[in-house]
């Protein structure tokens, strides 16, 4: 049973096309997240939604489009995908006022060419 | 935007050896979360630390908070190879709705 789940794990794709990536959280949290680690490992924020409403979105190109149909569900839509996507796109989930920890999914490693 | 900084950004060790890293944030938070990640792998918690003062421990592995120096620590102890990995330090926003992480330190355990 995982907690956190994201796919796919791997995504190959040429720069200029579509792609999403879709989470899905089994915790019962209300609060969901996307974050991006860049070839550094740094870890930088990009969507925080908590029961479907988005609640914090950071500088972001528009190109990226984070979807919550439900509170357990948080995907992450990507147009014209640049050189520069290139990337690890984790998903989180949390509790918002509980002091909980916030558990990750594996990630999916994208590369654009 | 709340900044979070951690040192050292590497660090290679003997197996059996001691040592400390650090985790700065830059305004009032007492929230505090250690995580560790493994090469290719996702992020796993390792503690939270919910009030100035809080000390949490797991096997070779310390962490402790002072919210009034905004500083948290992980110590290690005896060091063996299977710490080797990335730990980051998160803290949280008042509000909770992100989690703001330091910038890892990379460990590496040399037999």
């Known amino acids: 049973d995982t907690a956190v789940s994201q796919t796919p794990k791997y995504l190959v794709t040429q720069m200029g096309n579509d792609k999403s990536i879709k989470c899905e959280q089994n915790?019962?949290?209300?609060?969901m997240y996307w974050y991006k680690q860049d070839s550094k490992k740094f870890l930088k924020i990009m969507f925080s939604?908590?029961?479907?409403?988005?609640?914090i979105n950071e500088t972001v190109p528009n190109r990226f489009s984070p979807k919550s149909p439900d509170k357990a569900h948080l995907n992450l839509h990507i147009n014209s995908l640049e050189l520069g996507d290139s990337a690890v796109y984790f998903c989180?989930?949390?509790?918002?006022?509980?002091?909980?920890?916030?558990?990750f999914g594996q990630g999916t490693r994208l590369t654009v060419v | 935007e709340l900044k979070v900084e951690q040192n050292p950004l590497f660090l290679s060790m003997q197996e059996g050896k001691n040592y400390t890293i650090y985790c700065n944030y830059s305004?009032?938070?007492?929230?505090l979360y250690w995580y560790r990640q493994d090469p290719g792998k996702s992020l796993e918690s390792l503690f939270v630390?919910?009030?100035?003062?809080a000390v949490k421990q797991e096997g070779r592995l310390m962490a402790s908070l002072d919210t009034k120096a905004r500083l948290s620590t992980l110590h290690i102890t005896a060091a063996v190879h299977d710490l080797s990995a990335t730990y980051f330090c998160?803290?949280?926003?008042?509000?909770?709705?992100?989690?703001?992480f330091g910038t890892g330190t990379s460990l590496t355990v040399i037999p």
């Open positions: 989180a989930s949390s509790q918002l006022s509980g002091g909980v920890s916030a558990f």
């Open positions: 915790l019962g949290h209300d609060t």
């Open positions: 939604y908590n029961n479907k409403e988005l609640i």
């Open positions: 305004t009032t938070s007492d929230r």
């Open positions: 630390l919910l009030s100035n003062g």
């Open positions: 998160a803290v949280s926003s008042n509000t909770g709705n992100q989690f703001y």
